[in-house]
Every structure is written in C-alpha cells, then in structure tokens.
C-alpha cells in the first residue's frame, strides 16, 4: 500500500466535505467578494481586535489622526488582506492539482471520484469566475510590500532593535528596475495555471461536463484569458477551448480564425480528431446516462475494495445498478492469474525457506529421510506416471 492508496482510505468517509470546504476557501479569497461578508472567514489570520473596525473592508482608507501613522496602517493592512487572499488561492489550487493527480495514478476511479465531488460541488462555474476577472490585472498586482517581506522584515527588526520598517517611498517597491509591462505576481500566474489545469482535468472526455461550459458561456471568458502572454497557461486555456470547439457552431469557428490556428498550432491532436469542423449531433439524455454509468462504476469500486473498511460503502448484489454487474463482487479474481507451468522456470527459482525450517532442517533429514529405510525401488513403481517397460506385461 502506497502513500496515496493510504490518504485516500482516510479522506473517504468525507471526502465530500473536505471538497466542500476547499471550495468555500476558494470562493471567500475571490476578488469580487467583500471579505467581511464571507460565510468563511479566511482573514481570521490577517484581522485583529484592533483592525476589526478598520474601513480597510470597504474598500476606503480612514484618515483618523487618533493613531500614530494611521495611513500607513491602513495601506499595510489592505495590502495584507489581499496578499493573504492569493495565498489561500494558491494553496488551495495546489492541494486540488496535487490530489488529482497522484490520485489518477494511483486508480481511476479515485480520480473519477474526487471530480465528481468538485463537479457537484459547482467547481467548474466557480472556476470560470476567476477566470473571468481582469486576468492581466491580476496577474500583475503588487500586493507586496518589499520591506514585509522576507528576509528584509526579520533583518531589520534584529538590526534596528526589535522595530519594523517604518514604509516610505524608498523602500515600498523593490530595489530592482522592473521594465513596463514586464512585471508579473508569480504567486498568482501559479494559481492560474493550477486552475485552468485543474477545469481541464474535470472536463476532458466528459461530454455532459463540456455542455456545462456551454450552459455557463465559457467561450469568451477563455478567450479573454488569452491575454496572459505565457505558453504555458495558453497552452491549457486552449486545450479547453479545444474540447468545446465542436459544440460553438461554425459561426463562432469562423470568427475566430486565429484561435483555431493557435489550437492546431500548439495542441497536440489525434489522427481521428474531427474538434475543427465536426458538428455534434447527440442529445442531452445521452450524456446524463453516461454520468449515471460512471457514478455507478466508481459505487461498485467502493463497494469491492473499500466495504470491509468502510461498511456504508458496501452496496448489496439486489441494488447493483445494471444486471450482470455484480459480478466482480462474487467472483475472486485471483483464480483467474497466470500460473508458470514451465519446469525450467519453476525449479531455477529460488525458494524462500523460513526461519524455522532452516533451523530444524538437519533434525529432519536425521529422524525422517536417513533413519528410516525406504524401498526406493518400489517407491518409484508407485509413483504416478513412471513406469519401466520391462514391468508392463504384454
């Protein structure tokens, strides 16, 4: 049993809550959400008694001259309440790629699982709405304060006597030229790529979950983010833009010709890929069945490997969702391993011996083989298949 199969034994029974409240994190650190009217707070790290009545949260900076440096507080504090909110995004998105993947390859239907979960859980439009946010802006925000940072805030503090940096012109922006149109935030390009990589894996050869990106109009948010110039989120935001292209009409083929270019360009393809000008003709009950089948397989899962360990996942053969697929269920699959037949193999493998038989092998070969007087002769007549000619009568 790997690290993987173990994690999973554990997340199981709530699997579905924790997905929940990854998603909750995920929502509350949007930037279209006023963080203090969050269900979930997540600046319970960032506010204290003191800042509680601060005007930070509405977005306007108090100029009341009751405190020492009152706008320097204000400014550090908006700026913290919005780096923190990136963190827990990044955070989140990665614990969401993470899990995915070691996920997929530890057993498909642990993957299948856990999408189901996020897909329930209305991931994918929650998803499109950081994506449809000012995707340049956020990536280039300067939520930063170079002299809060480590190691300048430490250093400081130790050299100057236990004070902090007090801010100033000098030492709010970083001591490096930065050119224009050149600066980017790395700790939000990260989660943006976790994101759309993250939307992709949930939809990839899902057709009732590509319909959903119809549903929610993901088309132009998409589009838009193809103003991020890095190969690598443009890469996946084509990917998904790919894998919905059949169901946006010829139209919408034809007005973005220059879209469809990058995707031949850039992503990879099958030998009997018809994305570019293939017309999808099946109807919406079909794709319902096949979320049913899935759901179904990845019960029937559960149920075969993890029943002794959780009973509530045990499903009885009456309930089985489709006849005949019980039979997993009753029928022991190693009967149906390979067995080595072949003399040579079998006798140049090397037997493991117990401890105890290597310690007790001498006093065998004494009381049992060299005491005793065996008849080898008639021993081999007996033996089943070996017989002399001589000894057969005529």
Same mark, same amino acid.
């Given at each position: 049993?790997?690290?993987?199969?173990?994690?999973?034994?554990?997340?199981?029974?709530?699997?579905?809550?924790?997905?929940?409240?990854?998603?909750?994190?995920?929502?509350?650190?949007?930037?279209?959400?006023?963080?203090?009217?969050?269900?979930?707070?997540?600046?319970?790290?960032?506010?204290?008694?003191?800042?509680?009545?601060?005007?930070?949260?509405?977005? /306007?900076?108090?100029?009341? @001259? /009751?405190? /020492?440096?009152?706008?320097?507080?204000?400014?550090?504090?908006?700026?913290?309440?919005?780096?923190?909110?990136?963190?827990? &995004?990044?955070?989140?998105?990665?614990?969401?790629?993470?899990?995915?993947?070691?996920?997929?390859?530890?057993?498909?239907?642990?993957?299948?699982?856990?999408?189901?979960?996020?897909?329930?859980?209305?991931?994918?439009?929650?998803?499109?709405?950081?994506?449809?946010?000012?995707?340049? !802006?956020?990536?280039?925000?300067?939520?930063?304060?170079?002299?809060?940072?480590?190691?300048?805030?430490?250093?400081?503090?130790?050299?100057?006597?236990?004070?902090?940096?007090?801010?100033?012109?000098?030492?709010?922006?970083?001591?490096?030229?930065? !050119?224009?149109?050149?600066?980017?935030?790395?700790?939000?390009?990260?989660?943006?790529?976790?994101?759309?990589? *993250?939307?992709?894996?949930? *939809?990839?050869?899902?057709?009732?979950? &590509?319909?959903?990106?119809?549903?929610?109009?993901?088309?132009?948010?998409?589009?838009?983010?193809?103003?991020?110039?890095?190969?690598?989120?443009?890469?996946? &935001?084509?990917?998904?833009?790919?894998?919905?292209?059949?169901?946006?009409?010829?139209?919408?083929?034809?007005?973005?010709?220059?879209?469809?270019?990058?995707?031949?360009?850039?992503?990879? @393809?099958?030998?009997?890929?018809?994305?570019?000008?293939?017309?999808?003709?099946?109807?919406?009950?079909?794709?319902?069945?096949?979320?049913?089948?899935?759901?179904?397989?990845?019960?029937?899962?559960?149920?075969?490997?993890?029943?002794?360990?959780?009973?509530?996942?045990?499903?009885?053969?009456?309930?089985?969702?489709?006849?005949?697929?019980?039979?997993?269920? !009753?029928?022991?699959? !190693?009967?149906?391993?390979?067995?080595?037949?072949?003399? @040579?193999? *079998?006798?140049?493998?090397?037997?493991?011996?117990?401890?105890?038989?290597?310690?007790?092998?001498?006093?065998?070969?004494?009381?049992?083989?060299?005491?005793?007087?065996?008849?080898?002769?008639?021993?081999?007549?007996?033996?089943?298949?070996?017989?002399?000619?001589?000894?057969?009568?005529?």
């Amino acid at each position: 049993m790997n690290s993987t199969e173990e994690l999973y034994r554990l997340l199981l029974p709530n699997l579905c809550q924790y997905v929940v409240a990854l998603l909750k994190v995920l929502l509350a650190a949007a930037p279209s959400n006023k963080a203090k009217n969050d269900a979930l707070n997540i600046l319970v790290d960032v506010l204290t008694p003191e800042t509680d009545g601060s005007d930070v949260l509405s977005n /306007s900076i108090s100029l009341d @001259h /009751s405190t /020492s440096s009152p706008l320097e507080e204000s400014v550090r504090l908006a700026i913290d309440i919005n780096r923190h909110k990136e963190i827990m &995004v990044k955070a989140t998105s990665s614990i969401l790629i993470l899990l995915m993947k070691h996920l997929r390859l530890n057993h498909i239907y642990q993957f299948e699982y856990l999408c189901q979960h996020i897909v329930y859980g209305n991931g994918i439009p929650l998803l499109l709405k950081f994506l449809d946010q000012n995707m340049t !802006r956020y990536v280039q925000s300067r939520y930063e304060i170079h002299a809060y940072n480590y190691p300048q805030a430490p250093l400081h503090f130790v050299r100057n006597r236990d004070e902090w940096p007090v801010l100033n012109s000098e030492n709010v922006e970083s001591g490096e030229v930065e !050119r224009r149109g050149m600066y980017y935030m790395w700790r939000n390009m990260f989660s943006s790529i976790n994101l759309i990589r *993250v939307l992709n894996k949930l *939809v990839k050869g899902k057709q009732s979950r &590509v319909m959903m990106l119809m549903v929610f109009k993901s088309a132009p948010i998409l589009k838009r983010s193809l103003k991020i110039r890095l190969g690598l989120f443009q890469f996946f &935001v084509l990917k998904a833009l790919k894998m919905q292209s059949r169901y946006l009409g010829r139209q919408w083929r034809k007005s973005n010709m220059d879209i469809m270019s990058a995707i031949y360009n850039k992503v990879r @393809h099958r030998m009997t890929d018809d994305w570019a000008f293939a017309n999808e003709m099946r109807k919406s009950y079909d794709y319902h069945s096949e979320e049913s089948e899935l759901k179904a397989a990845v019960e029937r899962f559960h149920s075969r490997r993890y029943a002794k360990l959780h009973p509530q996942l045990a499903i009885e053969i009456n309930d089985a969702p489709m006849p005949g697929d019980d039979y997993l269920n !009753r029928v022991n699959l !190693r009967e149906y391993e390979p067995v080595d037949n072949c003399l @040579h193999s *079998v006798l140049g493998k090397q037997p493991e011996l117990g401890k105890r038989f290597k310690n007790n092998y001498r006093k065998w070969m004494e009381e049992e083989v060299v005491k005793r007087n065996i008849d080898w002769d008639r021993l081999l007549m007996n033996t089943k298949g070996i017989a002399f000619s001589r000894d057969i009568p005529c």
